[in-house]
């Protein structure tokens, strides 16, 4: 069967079945997160200097400063967002998952633990507090994080080869 062969009308047949497949979306669920980790992000975050994590490819990004009390850092970041948004740093991205590279990956193996612990009946019940205003099953919500960690951490990988090949140069 061709790909043409699969869509009728308004229908979308899949492969040569009849019946759908059974799907363990737990592990399907893990499959994505784990791909992304454990093939292109997660080992590099080991090897990240404090030089890239708080290089500035252009004048005027937003990244972790010390302006909080005693000089702790904090992100910057105005609501709304400016048009255009300012370019951020590595700590800015991974700070708005988590502050730290240590701490978010913590954070990342701890999620992936959570999302290992759910059945289907875990994965089909609502989101709860502090995610209750989705109005949505916790899936949407593993779906959801999931997608914003890979969409991070594939910018921090694309901001890791800016800074090798301009061995750490401002770009303007």
Not at 27 to 46: C, E, K, V, Y
Not at 60 to 71: E, F, L, M, N
Not at 76 to 93: G, H, K, L, S
């Amino acid at each position: 069967m061709t790909a043409a062969d699969a869509v009728t009308g308004d229908t979308l047949r899949c492969g040569c079945h009849d019946e759908p497949m059974p799907v363990d979306w737990t592990r399907q669920l893990l499959g994505q997160f784990d791909l992304q980790w454990n093939l292109a992000h997660g080992p590099s975050l080991q090897t990240l200097t404090d030089q890239e994590y708080l290089w500035e490819p252009v004048p005027g990004c937003w990244s972790i400063r010390p302006t909080g009390p005693g000089g702790r850092g904090e992100i910057e970041q105005t609501w709304p967002d400016p048009e255009p948004a300012p370019v951020t740093t590595i700590a800015w991205r991974l700070s708005h998952l988590a502050v730290g590279v240590a701490y978010f990956t913590e954070q990342a193996l701890r999620w992936r633990s959570h999302i290992e612990r759910l059945d289907e009946e875990g994965l089909a019940c609502p989101a709860a507090e502090p995610e209750a205003h989705l109005d949505a099953p916790m899936a949407s919500l593993v779906l959801h994080v999931n997608r914003e960690a890979l969409h991070h951490l594939a910018e921090v990988s694309l901001l890791r080869d800016l800074y090798r090949a301009t061995r750490g140069a401002r770009l303007a």
